[in-house]
Every structure is written in C-alpha cells, then in structure tokens.
C-alpha cells in the first residue's frame, strides 16, 4: 500500500485470506475502523456501550443491526484460532500480543497432525491468519512472530518422538505465554529506581504497563504526582488518571495542547509502546510524538515502558510508512463533507527523542533495541 514502506514491513496476506473459503470469520466485524482500534476501545474507552454500533452505523448503515462477537460455538464445531483469540483478547487485562500467544498455544493442544512438518505447517497458517485479522496491530504480528520463533528454535525437535515433541512445544507455548503475562511486573521494578520523591511524571493515553509501574511507585510510599493528558478523541486519559487516583497519588488532568505549557512543571515523561521498532523508535498513540518534542526540548527525559512481545520487524522511516489504525472521531459539531479529517490513531516517534526503555529484558537505549531484536528473533 506504501510505496516508501521499508523492507521490513509486515506482509498483509490481503490476497491469500480473501481467497480462503473460511476469510468470512476473519474479517473485521466493523469494518472502515480499525480492529486495532476497536480492541482499545473495548478494553480502555470512556465511552458508552453502544459506542461502537454507531460508528459502524456511521460507516455501513446496513450493518447496524449485525450483532458483534463471535459465532456460538456447537460440539461439532472444529476449533478455530480466530474464536479463541476472540475469547483472550476481551479479557481486560490481557494485552493483544499475549492473546495471540495464548491462542496459538491452544493451536498446539487442538491439533491432529501426525508429524513435525504438518503441525509446523498449521501453526503457521493459524499465525498468519492472526496476523491478516488486523494488519494494523503491530504488537500482534510480532507476539505472533516471537511465538514462532520460540517453540520451533531447536532442531532436536525433528528427531524426537512426535508426540514428546508435540508435548515440548506446548510446554514452550505456555511458558512463552506465562513468560509475557508476567512482563508488566518485571518492568514495574526496574523502574522504581527513576522514580524519585517529589517528582512530576507526565503521563499519556491508558497504558496498563505504565499503570502498574505507578502502581508499584505508590505501594512503595514513593512522593509523586502525575500529570495526565487527556487523551481526545476516547479520553484514555481520563481513565488512567481515575486509576491513579484511587492509588492515592495527586494527580492533574490537561488537556493534549497543554503539554507544552506544563512541561516546566514535569520531571519526567512515561509512555508506553504499541510497538517497538528496529531503530529503538516507538509506535504509540496519537500525540506521543509532540510530547517527546516537547519533552527533548526541555531536556526533560522520555521514558518508554514496553513489553519484549512488541518488538518488531519493523523500520518506518516517516509518519506515514506505517499500515494505519485508523479510529471514528466525534468533533462535538456538525463537519461539512468537503473537510478532511485524520483519523490516525497512532504516531511515530523517532529514538533520538527517547532516553530509555523499561522491558522485560532490561533497561535498554534505543540504540540497543537492535541487538535484542537479533537475539529475539533469530
């Protein structure tokens, strides 16, 4: 779809699902929004229960009435990635990535195949069928790469008994699961350290790794207060700063364009990551980008909190060499036709405005993100 998109570039598959006589299941249930987009919705928004449904209405008014979710499954039913994908992935807590690996370990469990090659096969067909889902979610196509990589790394495999083999590679998938359930916690400790009493942390959007890296703050008696943006068009903000404050801490709500009038204020910037790319750059919600300009201006420091699961393959060279995500925006008033609105839903900030990153494998510079690439995936 780019024409400047670089080699590395997740390959969309469109062709090869819409050829398929199941691609009806793996469509997106709302199309013209982005299912990336959709799943933030449903685990972060402030927003009311039918907020979706309109905006659906909005783009097909047809499809109104279609009901949201998966097909009821029956006994006789043959298992499929997609439903039990659905099925993690709307659990709140859990982060997309790791219900693709939750997923593709029940592929493992479920299977029939009779010998290394066929079970390599299908879960290889069931990871691209995940990643054809949503072309948009990067931590999706990677969680899935990564998971891979993961359970098939050791050619010892090919000379077991298929099934201790096959019993190798569910331990592996669960471990890979257990392994990235547990990675907010670890990330949470290592960043006590940068957190100091009496500073001022500049916070944006909801992100569940930098809520629990307050949390942990709070629970250790450290003296803080955050400053939340707001977080337009869903007001992510709004919920974050509800959570903090039942920590206990002081918090303080802005709206997006104030941010540069409040950085004097603030002693540090904690973002997450939808994902993480080759350069040790980010890909974050709409807005990340002007905060750490901003941030880097004021030689304030940008802190970054992101799971090893959302490093990619990837290496934009601009805003727009990315597959977009794209969100429904409510202005509030009536806009004429002939006005174009961006409905971006996310950003892409370049590393030389980060300082660190916070993951499950360490505290990492931008410029080492490369080298851990390396060891993940190959």
């Not at 199941?22 to 959709?38: E, K, R, V």
């Not at 979706?52 to 097909?60: F, G, I, K, M, P």
């Not at 008014?61 to 499929?80: M, R, V």
């Not at 096959?166 to 290592?190: D, P, Q, V, Y």
């Amino acid at each position: 779809m780019w024409a400047r998109s670089a080699s590395f570039i997740l390959d969309k598959r469109l062709s090869a699902s819409s050829s398929s006589p199941d691609s009806s299941m793996d469509a997106n249930p709302n199309p013209g929004i982005s299912a990336y987009y959709q799943t933030r919705a449903e685990h972060h928004a402030i927003v009311t229960s039918d907020w979706l449904a309109q905006a659906q209405a909005a783009v097909d008014p047809d499809s109104a009435l279609q009901q949201d979710g998966p097909p009821a499954c029956s006994a006789s039913k043959p298992f499929s990635v997609i439903d039990e994908f659905n099925y993690w992935r709307k659990k709140p807590d859990l982060a997309e990535a790791v219900a693709a690996i939750m997923a593709l370990a029940a592929v493992i469990r479920s299977s029939e195949a009779t010998t290394m090659m066929e079970l390599e096969i299908e879960l290889k067909k069931a990871s691209d069928t995940l990643k054809s889902w949503d072309t948009s979610s990067i931590s999706l196509s990677a969680g899935c790469d990564l998971f891979m990589r993961y359970v098939t790394r050791t050619a010892a495999l090919e000379y077991e008994d298929f099934n201790a083999a096959k019993h190798r590679l569910i331990e592996r998938g669960e471990k890979f699961g257990g392994i990235s359930m547990k990675a907010r916690r670890t990330i949470a400790m290592l960043s006590q350290e940068f957190i100091f009493d009496g500073c001022t942390i500049l916070v944006h959007g909801f992100s569940r790794v930098v809520l629990e890296v307050m949390k942990l703050a709070a629970s250790n008696r450290k003296l803080f207060r955050v400053f939340c943006t707001e977080g337009r068009p869903d007001k992510t903000g709004l919920k974050l700063s509800k959570e903090i404050a039942a920590l206990g801490v002081p918090v303080k709500l802005l709206i997006d364009s104030a941010v540069a009038y409040a950085m004097d204020e603030v002693d540090m910037v904690f973002v997450g990551a939808d994902g993480v790319v080759e350069s040790g750059g980010i890909i974050n919600m709409m807005g990340t980008y002007q905060i750490a300009l901003v941030a880097h201006s004021m030689n304030r420091p940008v802190y970054v909190a992101a799971e090893s699961y959302k490093f990619a393959r990837l290496y934009p060279l601009d805003q727009k060499d990315l597959e977009p995500a794209l969100r429904p925006i409510d202005f509030g008033v009536p806009i004429p036709s002939s006005i174009e609105v961006e409905t971006s839903a996310r950003d892409y900030t370049p590393p030389q405005y980060l300082t660190l990153l916070f993951t499950d494998l360490g505290v990492l510079t931008p410029s080492a993100v490369s080298d851990e690439l390396i060891r993940l995936y190959l």
